[in-house]
């Protein structure tokens, strides 16, 4: 079975841009959550979903939004990107929601914003 | 909110040293998780605990769960190269996600 899928792996964008990052999970998983993971705050939560709805969010600016589409496959999108958005994102799917999936994570997308 | 605390940031051992990592939660876990992360990779599910001071081994790895159910340590036997990475507990969040602890480094000299 493949695992989880993340496009694109590199993205170089500028102050002020907005990105979109796609995230395919395994198949017949269908939750999708997203992380941010820099070297001085390390893994942190951005938001769940769970059959094409937010089940949860963590604490980041409006910027930053979601989506599921009715395949599991999700999107991110960060608008207005800062030089502190740079990180690099993973995606992870689980097959459902809840306290104890396990959370099989993508290679994900390293992004630099100059 | 429920925060997730590991210790040590960082370790450095000689190969065929011990290691031992600590993960601490704020409040009482139904479970635990336990991922590692090697150099330029993504994070990778090890193993779950869910009972009360349980204790899973996988080969040189042990990995424990405090009786109160706060805690959590995993311990390696004999490092080798293949053991450096980054060691990451994580635990459920009050609103289904995973918390995940700033992580332990592991770098191992041989």
């Known amino acids: 079975k493949a695992g989880v899928t993340q496009t694109p792996r590199y993205l170089i964008k500028t102050r002020g841009q907005q990105v979109t990052l796609s995230c395919s999970p395994i198949?017949?998983?269908?939750?999708v959550s997203w992380y941010q993971q820099t070297p001085g705050q390390g893994l942190q939560f951005l938001f769940e979903y769970f059959s094409e709805t937010q089940r949860n969010k963590g604490n980041f600016p409006g910027r930053f939004s979601g989506r599921q589409f009715s395949n599991s496959r999700s999107e991110m999108n960060v608008s207005t990107l800062e030089l502190g958005d740079s990180a690099l994102y993973l995606c992870?799917?689980?097959?459902?929601?809840?306290?104890?999936?396990?959370?099989?994570f993508g290679p994900g997308t390293r992004l630099l914003v100059l | 909110g429920q925060q997730v605390m590991q210790i040590p940031q960082y370790q450095h051992v000689q190969e065929g040293e011990d290691f031992t990592t600590y993960c601490n939660s704020s409040t009482t876990l139904s479970n635990i998780q336990w991922y590692k992360q090697r150099p330029g990779g993504h994070p990778v599910f090890l193993i779950q605990l869910v009972k009360s001071g349980e204790v899973k081994k996988q080969k040189r790895l042990t990995f424990q769960f405090g009786e109160a159910k706060k805690n959590s340590s995993l311990h390696i036997t004999a490092t080798q190269t293949t053991d450096v990475g980054t060691y990451f507990c994580?635990?459920?969040?009050?609103?289904?996600?995973?918390?995940f602890g700033k992580g332990t480094s592991l770098l191992v000299t041989p």
């Open positions: 992870a799917s689980s097959l459902g929601t809840g306290r104890s999936e396990t959370q099989y």
């Open positions: 994580a635990g459920p969040h009050s609103g289904y996600a995973l918390n």
């Open positions: 198949s017949g998983h269908r939750s």
